[in-house]
């Protein structure tokens, strides 16, 4: 593993591209901004490298690094032996509850074939902002959860760690490795081709999902 100090961000230097980043629903364009300061693995290095911040006590990483491992396992091995590293990262409250994280995210260059997962808010509540959403927004969600609350803070999602972590799992993940795999093998990201790239991660993930669906029951939060 790598620590958080071999892996910051710099934002002022262009080292990658960036795909997918599903937030909390939508697509965030600020995305496009964010790059990595990671180096390609050494060729005796096992891949992909696991990095793994300490999320605040106000989210945990509903999936653990063995998990991760297990879906990768019922993948083809060509959908997935270009992953050079897989970060659960960790995500400030108020960037949150600004709307400013995301889900996920897959980005390259440099040699280097990112995904990025980030934490869920240990009340299991995803945020979905002060207006009701639309109807496309839920049905997203609709086989994991349909159990839309308001309250003073606005509308969201009540999920269970048990369905939380098989949405990581079963799309949230996959959705990613879609992304990875269009970009390794299909096309060089731009903004001209976002919509066929994230047609071809949806599709990878209703393909896929029913292989690697299984029962989960939930753990102690962040046991890796």
């Given at each position: 593993m790598?620590t958080?100090?071999h892996?910051a961000?710099?934002?002022?230097r262009k ?5 997918g ?16 300061n ?5 060729n005796?290095?096992?891949t ?5 911040d ?16 297990s879906t ?6 060509d959908?997935?032996?270009?992953l050079?590293?897989?970060w ?5 409250k108020t ?11 897959f ?5 280097v ?21 639309l109807?496309k927004t ?10 839309l ?13 048990e ?10 993940l ?8 269009d970009?390794?093998?299909k096309?060089y ?5 976002k919509v066929k ?8 993930v ?14 102690e939060?962040n046991?890796?």
């Amino acid at each position: 593993m790598q620590t958080r100090k071999h892996t910051a961000w710099k934002k002022n230097r262009k080292f990658g591209d960036v795909w997918g980043g599903r937030t909390f629903p939508k697509l965030a364009d600020k995305i496009f901004n964010r790059q990595h300061n990671l180096s390609a693995p050494k060729n005796d290095e096992t891949t992909p490298i696991y990095i793994i911040d300490n999320p605040s006590r106000d989210f945990y990483f509903p999936i653990t690094v063995d998990e991760i491992k297990s879906t990768l396992e019922k993948l083809p091995k060509d959908h997935t032996d270009h992953l050079t590293h897989i970060w659960l990262q960790k995500i400030k409250k108020t960037d949150y509850v600004n709307g400013d994280t995301f889900q996920g995210s897959f980005i390259c260059g440099s040699k280097v074939y990112l995904i990025v997962l980030h934490p869920f808010p240990t009340d299991n509540k995803m945020r979905l902002g002060k207006s009701k959403p639309l109807k496309k927004t839920l049905n997203y969600y609709k086989n994991y959860t349909t159990d839309l609350k308001e309250d003073k803070d606005g509308w969201y999602l009540q999920w269970t760690e048990e369905l939380i972590k098989k949405y990581f799992l079963e799309s949230l993940l996959l959705h990613e490795i879609g992304h990875s795999i269009d970009s390794f093998y299909k096309r060089y990201w731009s903004k001209a081709t976002k919509v066929k790239s994230e047609n071809f991660a949806d599709n990878y993930v209703a393909v896929w999902a029913d292989k690697v669906r299984e029962t989960y029951e939930p753990k102690e939060k962040n046991a890796l």
